[in-house]
């Protein structure tokens, strides 16, 4: 299944191959359901015959849901049908719907029941939006599947022409910067991005996927890669499900972000404490279950102490690397112990480079530029083609280390160059630091600071602020001179983030006339 150029390719392909094997399972009624790898194909195929029937015109469709199987196939189908599917986050406001509904000229929207009373309000003030569809229940998937499957008059319907380049997915990015704007994927960057040997699951391995769908990391790497290397999908549901659907399905690997993985780590330590007779190992089973083994995190930093903790109790976990921009991976987690402190090995599927400093990427997973913004697409890419990662680091063999963001470089009036995210990872692993952002203010090191509330239950503010004090001066003790925090401020709130658990810089950054970088 090497040359595939089209979701549909690799799906079809996943089908023919792995035919009745587990590809799906997932929890209705607290019992576990099952969707082969052929079913799987064909549901897809029944949702876009679907909206074939009922839109000959390629059309941008919107798609607000949870995830579930009935998501996911979903919005595969769309994907067949060579339509433009939009997935937004199913707690988008009105707002904010109704101004990327315009900008991305969405014409009818799909959307589970519950999101019916949001619907109504955004038809009524985007001009653009023509339909709305109610999913309503799993019982309105199931009329689809059966009325529009290959047994039904509408598989005699011609398949439609879909260009491997045309463009997909549209995906908003996060906003870290406030500045959303559409990544437009093809067919082609997809089945590429997730067509490489640079890792491949085994065929026995069970992936939980616990991230939402509508977010390129998780369709790409949880649904397309396990369609690829042909292995089993366990669909979690709500995060507060996640501890008891560990031990329900008992998989061997997952993809996750570090703010997840300290919590899994925390919950294993807990058990640990409480059941001091067992082993280490014997404690984690209690929480991940028997098989788990590997662990693969992205979109933010995960420490070397994480890493090392994981590993007593017979856990390995590592970091992957990439963005939306590249449908999304750069790199893949490497299991090996010789570069695990790394952001991941290169997938091979495109050309990485390293220029000034910054993480640069041409080939086929590249997107094709962000939607109606034809000046951000340019300033995106350099003259010879490549993409602007805006991401520092270097490149060892074909094994990536970041540094920090570009955009968010210090620059002092010495002339150093500091990456606060260096700095802002000291802080990683500590447990009294909830977030942190490392900034100039007249031209010195400062940071702004939200500790962990719940360890300091009780205590006064002086208190809290010596604590976290002490915690600065450890970490300063590591530190060059020049990189040292030489003052600090507490937070009363969280940090604004993103979906993916990033900050938001820019919603808080307080820049002074003498900072040079932000």
Not at 46 to 68: E, L
Not at 96 to 102: K, Q, S, V
Request: proline residues 3%.
């Amino acid at each position: 299944m090497h040359n595939v150029s089209t979701v549909k390719e690799l799906v079809s392909a996943a089908a023919l191959e792995y035919k009745e094997k587990d590809f799906c399972r997932y929890i209705v009624n607290g019992a576990v359901n099952v969707k082969s790898y052929k079913e799987f194909y064909e549901d897809c195929l029944a949702v876009s015959r679907y909206i074939r029937t009922t839109h000959t015109d390629r059309i941008h469709i919107g798609f607000i849901g949870k995830t579930s199987y009935e998501y996911i196939a979903c919005l595969t189908g769309m994907i067949f049908s060579g339509n433009t599917v939009v997935p937004f986050a199913p707690d988008i406001t009105t707002e904010e719907a109704c101004l990327l509904f315009e900008d991305a000229d969405i014409e009818i929207l799909f959307c589970e029941e519950e999101f019916r009373e949001k619907a109504e309000i955004i038809f009524e003030s985007c001009d653009a939006l023509k339909k709305i569809v109610s999913l309503g229940d799993k019982e309105w998937f199931a009329d689809i599947f059966r009325a529009f499957s290959s047994d039904s008059d509408f598989a005699q319907l011609k398949e439609g022409d879909v260009n491997p380049d045309d463009c997909a997915l549209i995906i908003y990015t996060s906003g870290t910067t406030g500045d959303r704007k559409g990544v437009m994927l093809s067919n082609r960057n997809l089945a590429a991005n997730s067509s490489y040997e640079a890792y491949s699951m085994d065929n026995d391995d069970v992936s939980f996927s616990i991230l939402p769908m509508h977010h390129v990391f998780c369709y790409a790497c949880d649904v397309l890669k396990t369609l690829y290397d042909g292995g089993t999908l366990c669909l979690n549901g709500s995060l507060t499900d996640m501890f008891r659907n560990f031990l329900i399905f008992e998989p061997t690997i997952m993809r996750i972000v570090p703010a997840i993985c300290k919590s899994v780590l925390t919950r294993i330590k807990i058990t640990e404490r409480k059941k001091p007779q067992l082993s280490k190992r014997e404690a984690a089973e209690l929480v991940v279950g028997r098989n788990f083994r590997r662990m693969i995190a992205g979109s933010a930093f995960l420490s070397g102490a994480i890493i090392d903790e994981f590993e007593q109790y017979g856990i390995t976990a590592r970091q992957g690397y990439g963005m939306s921009e590249c449908s999304p991976r750069i790199t893949t987690s490497d299991f090996s112990d010789k570069n695990k402190y790394s952001n991941g090995r290169l997938i091979g599927v495109d050309d990485v480079r390293v220029v000034d400093g910054e993480i640069q990427v041409k080939g086929p997973s590249v997107m094709l530029g962000y939607y109606k913004k034809p000046e951000q697409t340019a300033e995106a890419f350099t003259e010879d083609g490549y993409l602007h990662t805006g991401d520092l680091g270097y490149i060892d063999g074909d094994h990536v280390y970041l540094v920090g963001r570009k955009k968010n470089l210090i620059i002092l009036s010495n002339g150093e160059n500091i990456s606060p995210e260096e700095i802002e990872n000291c802080f990683a692993d500590d447990i009294v630091i909830k977030g942190i952002i490392v900034f100039a203010e007249n031209d010195r090191i400062v940071a702004e600071i939200f500790p962990e509330l719940s360890l300091f239950e009780g205590f006064e503010a002086s208190e809290i602020e010596m604590k976290i004090s002490e915690t600065v001066d450890r970490v300063n003790l590591m530190l060059h001179s020049d990189r040292q925090i030489s003052s600090f401020r507490l937070r009363e709130t969280p940090f604004p983030r993103t979906s993916t658990g990033k900050i938001k810089r820019t919603t808080f950054f307080i820049r002074s006339d003498s900072s040079a970088g932000d």
